[in-house]
């Protein structure tokens, strides 16, 4: 019995990681036929992200990954944000626009502000809805730091787009 539940447990982690390699493939090989977009990788994590150099407004850099059969990159994990760190004033997918201190990321889900995540990725203090105005996140567009931080939607900074499978 105790021979059997192993088993099942192999098979199930083998499921997995054969899934999870189809996945990657199907994101590099969706990716190489991406004009512009690149592989960025951090550690396991492989993301598939478009840099648009062009400095836009929050609301315009969205319209412009939906042009690009993409979103908005979304940096959920630590190994995903380590990715962004490094590129100063990028809009990345994050607001609260829909519901004020409420962030949602591009793929809907929320972001916990109590979350060692939310720590880890944000300028200490932020983001902070200063004054309602500051809806969106961007990446290292404060003081040369390079952690995220709410600014106005209307600020125009470069973007980064992402493919998802
Ligand atoms: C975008 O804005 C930054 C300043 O925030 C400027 O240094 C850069 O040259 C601008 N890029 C373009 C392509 O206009």
Redesign the pocket.
Known sequence: MRNLIVLILVLCSFRVTISQGTQRLSLLLKCKQSAGFSIYGQGTTKMCLYLG???KTYVEAQADCTSRNSRLAIFNTLEKFQIVEPMP?VWIGLDDIATEGTYRWADGSILDLQSELKKKIFYPGEPNAAFELEDCVCNNCFKEYPKLFDSPCGD???YLCEKVI
Do not use: A, I, L, V
Request: charged share 30%; proline share 0%; no cysteine.
């Open positions: 150099q062009e400095n004033n125009t900074y470069r």
